[in-house]
């Protein structure tokens, strides 16, 4: 039985070692977890969601919906155990994150042809075939194990996590159910505020203390996570008319109409405990405290996870990695996660079952599969590979990294062919993903 090894049990990671070992591999996971924690991570179970619960919208008329939907004809893991564990999120797909990843655990320590070894992992051998999956956060790794390969193209941009606040402690009297555009949908709470209110919280956040990053760091921030004050730097009302809009929401009873709305979403199934939507943030953590119970329905609120920064890392994937995701100059190692370049959850996800999926191609001798550019898995890849800029950014999915429709139709007509155009294209390779299983 051949055998490879996984270093790194995040989304990647678990998802990478279950398609291989449906695949008859011998798969040895290294998890550095509980021995080495993160900054970033609270538990020691595998594919924990360190930032948001949502994996984004699951309408197949979004790009995030599409991809979902190719993941589940490949038999995801993840995506399948994101669905089975899913929590109130409106058109979002939120889960609940410890008994998600619990349950990711569970299923990954019971496959036979899965050894978990709780170990860190310092260098490896080369020479075996291996799929780097250690995350954003393993710069450092890279660094020990690729310098040779990834010499002026590590790159790296700060993500930030928001801070959770337990459900008892919320005045609800100031804060209703609701979500945008769904009637007698409960999936966020709403915290309006007046004009008077906005204006105060927005110079608060623009003055408050920021924890300090390393000098000798740039700050970059990834375009689609920006910390809530430099979202608010940018000018007054891009809060107003981004994650805090007061449009599409129905205002109960007894409330005025919001000039803004803070929406807080489940983190788990019971919803003891909510995170506010989008208010990711490099405040300290007394700063946070201040700005938070300024807000009249968080007066009291107990903050049981605070936000904070973290530094990721990732490759100029055209000029590190061959198109199947291997090394150039080590053809049997093969990277996926948030490293390539991808950014988010699923996105890392894919990648993972891509690495696996080209791993059995390359040691069975075969040519790796070409992902369709219609289908959210090729778009993905070919921002990644043959992109024109030099100064490439983490790239969620997105109808922008689509072939384009020609003649001129309306937004919806246009998703709509688009997505029957990718479930053709998805069909297609299905059916050549799904031959050794």
């Given amino acids: ?163 959770t606040i337990l459900t008892e402690s919320i005045d609800f009297t100031r804060a209703f159910w609701g979500s945008r555009y ?79 709305v803070i929406q807080l979403r489940r983190e788990n199934r019971e919803g003891t405990f909510l995170n506010m939507v989008g208010f990711q943030t490099q405040m300290t953590y007394t700063e946070q405290k201040r700005v938070i119970r300024s807000i009249a329905a968080l007066r009291n609120a107990e903050i049981i996870r605070y936000g904070s920064m973290h530094r990721n890392a990732y490759v100029k994937a055209k000029n590190v990695l061959s198109y199947n995701l291997s090394l150039k100059n080590y053809p049997n190692v093969f990277f996926a996660g948030q490293i390539t370049g991808a950014e988010g959850y699923v996105e890392s996800t894919l990648t993972g079952l891509i690495a696996a999926i080209q791993m059995d191609r390359y040691i069975k001798g075969k040519p ?11 778009a993905l890849l070919n921002y990644l590979f043959f992109n024109v800029t030099d100064n490439i950014q983490p790239m969620n999915i997105n109808f922008g990294l689509f072939p384009p429709l020609e003649g001129k139709i309306g937004k919806k007509e246009r998703r709509e062919q688009m997505v029957k155009r990718a479930k053709w294209w998805i069909e297609k390779q299905k059916a050549e993903i799904t031959e050794n299983i």
């Fill in 368 to 378: 790796p599969i070409e992902f369709s550019q219609n289908t959210p898995s090729g």
């Fill in 1 to 163: 039985m051949n055998e490879v090894i996984i270093v790194g049990g995040g989304l990647a990671g678990t998802e990478a070692a279950y398609q291989l070992a449906k695949r008859g591999y011998s798969v040895i996971l290294y998890e550095q977890r509980p021995k080495k924690m993160t900054e970033a991570h609270k538990t020691d179970m595998l594919g924990e969601l360190v930032c948001s619960n949502s994996l984004k919208s699951m309408e197949i008329t979004n790009a995030h919906g599409l991809l979902k939907y190719e993941l589940l004809q490949y038999d995801s893991l993840i995506i399948g155990q994101a669905y089975q564990n899913r929590i109130a999120g409106g058109k979002a797909l939120v889960v609940d994150r410890k008994k998600f990843s619990r349950l990711i655990t569970e299923i990954i320590e019971k496959e036979k042809n899965i050894t978990l070894k709780r170990e860190i992992v310092g260098q490896i051998d080369k020479n075996k075939s291996t799929i780097v999956a250690t995350g954003p956060l393993s710069g450092e790794f890279l660094e020990n194990n690729f310098a040779d390969s990834v010499k002026g193209n590590n790159l790296y941009f700060y993500d930030a996590i928001s801070p």
């Fill in 182 to 260: 769904i009637e007698d949908d409960n999936a966020y709470l709403n915290i309006p505020l007046s004009k008077e209110e906005y204006n105060k919280l927005v110079e608060m956040i623009k003055n408050a203390e920021k924890a300090n990053v390393h000098e000798f760091d740039k700050e970059l921030f990834f375009e689609g996570c920006l910390p809530v004050e430099e979202i608010a730097r940018r000018g007054d009302n891009t809060l107003r008319f981004g994650l805090m809009k007061p449009v599409g929401i129905k205002s109960p009873e007894g409330f005025e109409k919001p000039y803004a």
